[in-house]
């Protein structure tokens, strides 16, 4: 920081900035600063702004994204240059296709004079551009403000995703004019569907004779969630969700019919085939489609906050576009129960879906398999207890065998997939509810993507349980291996003692050695706040059995029964 700004009252880019990202109510920065970060690093010093130091840029990026999914709030991350640059990339595709509001800042070696050639210079603006919303470079102090209330804006409004400003080591330290304007947030509404398109749209539920509700990852809002157990409430039209659309209405209302976490193939699948109109709420593209349209199948009416990406499988024969929680007030409004409506298959679909979730899910067999798992961790975490999942076989289970209460209480990502970002995930939920139990749930090999950040909870003094799903392989992968008929090869590999490399970061961990101690270790581990880390191992042989065998057999018989 120069004598000058401490003398005259003007501010260097690096406060300037700050004073930017403080007007913007940003608490939190996740980050690993550089040397060309420092004097935003002083700025941050001075401010209100909590600086959360990580062990790794991706794990930062992945906390703010979570931040901007948990909080509807931009969420904020910073790297230095070039490689540190380069380590936030996974982070901004996960915010991207996930519809995460956040923010990346990264540093740069002087852009108006610099006497170290091209080390460590890459062109980190382009490089972010097809990954981002909005990716700009500073080159003047004065244009700080501006350029950083048009990122804010961006990176919030539907739908939602990551921009990244550049921020040089020289224009951090520059100082900016004495009248330069900082702006404040826009309190724009998002506008609301036509009423002609709401009108047809009833007519169409009104018209169908067994009419189903989708509800997708768009949905995912707090406003949108309200709005929608108005809607279930008031025309007692059955639901199901996509992966990304779990909890959005509590999943033991008596009107769910499950979660289309397969591609085909389970019960879900039978009420979605014989659906004549499915209201498709919130659905974005980035999941798997949840069903597949054929010309003169079944109708559908789009219902989100944009029109729909329409390709060979998804062509909605009508669409609401507009701001989705009015939207679904007004359809619940004016709907009602409907004479002609006939919701006598789904209630048979989702008594054999509730049968089936409960064949085996208290086995005692050890290794323990994956109903027992997700049947256990279900009984420990309460109403608004939350659980982070990480990518691997294990999300499938949960995704259909575990039941949501409340929104945002499942965090899994079906749009990235990446793996690593299970804990990190869970660590933001801690940070964000420190009285809430929240539980990160990781294979084995998506926890050690990220594992140095046990460090991090520990020194933030988290209320967290990591479960660690043990197979010593990349188990989804060898179970798509064996779907295909190719030789196990390739996917097998060794692991620390998950139990000593907990100790080691001052964390606790535990080892489940008997199925019957899983609950209890778990509930113990809740109690006793802090970090703890549970080691589990899993059979993932009932994949095969269940997914590929069982499911097939079932929903045949219950298709043939229609």
């Excluded at 240059?81 to 982070?91: I, R, S």
């Excluded at 009248?179 to 169409?204: C, N, V």
């Excluded at 019960?267 to 489609?289: Q, R, S």
């Excluded at 979730?357 to 256990?376: A, K, M, S, T, Y």
Aim: glycine share 8%; aromatic share 8%.
């Amino acid at each position: 920081m120069t004598d000058q700004s401490r003398t005259d009252g003007a501010l260097t880019g690096g406060q300037l900035f700050v004073k930017a990202l403080e007007n913007e109510g940003v608490r939190y920065i996740f980050g690993v600063p550089g040397e060309e970060n420092l004097d935003l690093l002083e700025a941050l010093r001075e401010s209100s702004i909590q600086l959360v130091l990580n062990r790794h840029e991706q794990a930062a990026g992945f906390m703010a994204a979570t931040y901007g999914r948990l909080t509807g709030k931009v969420g904020v991350c910073l790297s230095t240059l070039g490689p540190g640059a380069t380590n936030l990339v996974t982070a901004a595709a996960y915010a991207q296709l996930g519809a995460m509001p956040m923010m990346m800042i990264s540093g740069q070696k002087p852009i108006k004079s610099s006497k170290q050639g091209l080390f460590q210079i890459l062109d980190v603006v382009d490089l972010m551009r097809p990954l981002t919303k909005y990716t700009r470079q500073i080159s003047n102090a004065n244009t700080i403000p501006a350029k950083l209330r048009e990122a804010f804006r961006l990176a919030a409004e539907e739908r939602p995703g990551a921009v990244h400003l550049e921020l040089p080591e020289d224009i951090a330290a520059e100082l900016a004019a004495p009248d330069t304007h900082i702006f404040d947030p826009s309190d724009a509404r998002r506008p609301t569907a036509s009423e002609k398109s709401l009108q047809k749209a009833a007519e169409m539920i009104r018209s169908a004779r067994h009419p189903l509700i989708m509800i997708g990852a768009g949905a995912n809002r707090k406003r949108v969630s309200q709005a929608l157990i108005h809607l279930v409430n008031t025309t007692d039209i059955p639901f199901f969700t996509t992966q990304m659309g779990k909890g959005v209405v509590d999943e033991r209302h008596p009107r769910y019919i499950g979660n289309a976490a397969l591609s085909s193939g389970d019960f879900v699948h039978c009420a979605i085939d014989h659906a004549d109109l499915v209201i498709n709420v919130g659905h974005d593209v980035v999941e798997k489609p949840p069903f597949f349209m054929q010309p003169g199948g079944k109708q559908v009416i789009h219902v989100n906050f944009s029109g729909a990406d329409v390709d060979p499988v998804y062509f909605p024969q009508h669409e609401v576009v507009g701001d989705i929680a009015n939207s679904v007030e007004w359809l619940a409004d004016n709907c009602g129960r409907c004479a002609s409506h006939d919701f006598t298959e789904f209630m048979r679909v989702k008594a054999a879906l509730e049968a089936h979730l409960e064949d085996r899910c208290e086995d005692d067999g050890f290794p323990v398999i994956p109903q027992r798992i997700v049947h256990d961790v279900r009984k420990v975490m309460p109403d608004d207890g939350i659980i982070a999942l990480d990518n691997g076989m294990y999300k499938l289970w949960f995704a259909r065998n575990y039941k949501a209460y409340d929104n945002n209480t499942v965090l899994l990502d079906n749009a990235l997939a990446s793996m690593g970002a299970g804990l990190p995930s869970a660590m933001m939920a801690a940070m964000l509810y420190p009285k809430q139990r929240v539980m990160a749930i990781c294979g084995d090999g998506g926890f050690m993507m990220n594992s140095q950040e046990l460090e991090t909870a520990v020194r933030l003094k988290l209320n967290l349980v990591i479960l660690i799903i043990n197979d010593s392989a990349y188990g989804m992968i060898k179970w798509k291996q064996a779907q295909e008929g190719f030789a196990n090869f390739g996917l097998d590999y060794g692991n620390p003692d998950f139990v000593r490399y907990a100790e080691s970061y001052g964390a606790t961990g535990h080892r489940v050695t008997e199925t019957a101690q899983l609950e209890p270790t778990l509930e113990k581990a809740m109690k006793a706040g802090g970090v703890h880390l549970v080691d589990v191992p899993v059979d993932y042989r009932e994949n095969d059995r269940v997914f590929n065998r069982e499911l097939a057999e079932l929903t045949r018989d219950l298709n043939a029964n229609c």
